[in-house]
C-alpha cells in the first residue's frame, strides 16, 4: 500500500523555523523525485520546492528562496522541508508529492500556521 505521509506542522511565531517530514512507504522511493505544494487559505495549491530522485537537485519558488531547504535520506524513504524565517504568508497545508514514470503519490498534508 502506497503511503506518503507528512507530519511537523504546527502554529509558530513570525521568525521562527520548522521542519516538515514526509515518510514514504509502499513504492521505491530513491526512484521518485519528489516535491513540496502547499495551499493557502482561500488559495489554490502551489509548488514550493522541488527534488531529483538522487537529491542532487534542488529547485524552488522564489518566495522561498533562501528561507526553505529541501532534503531527502533514501535510506529512511523520507523527505524534509527545512524552513526558516517564517512568514504569516507562508501559512498553509503542506503536501509532498512522488512523481514516478508511471505514477505520481500524495501525502494528505500538514498544517503551518505562522501567526502571533
Known amino acids: 500500500q502506497v503511503q506518503l505521509v507528512e507530519s511537523g506542522g504546527d502554529l509558530v511565531q513570525p521568525g521562527g523555523s520548522l521542519r516538515l517530514s514526509c515518510a514514504a512507504s509502499?513504492?521505491?522511493?530513491?526512484?521518485?523525485?519528489m516535491r513540496w505544494y502547499r495551499q493557502p487559505p482561500g488559495k489554490e495549491r502551489e509548488f514550493v520546492a522541488a527534488i531529483s530522485s538522487t537529491g542532487g537537485t534542488t529547485n524552488y519558488v522564489d518566495s522561498v528562496k533562501g528561507r526553505f531547504t529541501v532534503s531527502r535520506d533514501n535510506n529512511k524513504n523520507t523527505m524534509y522541508l527545512q524552513m526558516n524565517s517564517l512568514k504569516p504568508e507562508d501559512t498553509a497545508v503542506y503536501y509532498c508529492?512522488?512523481?514516478?514514470?508511471?505514477?505520481?503519490?500524495w501525502g494528505q498534508g500538514t498544517q503551518v500556521t505562522v501567526s502571533s
Open positions: 509502499g513504492f521505491t522511493f530513491s526512484s521518485y523525485r
Open positions: 508529492k512522488a512523481l514516478g514514470y508511471r505514477y505520481d503519490y
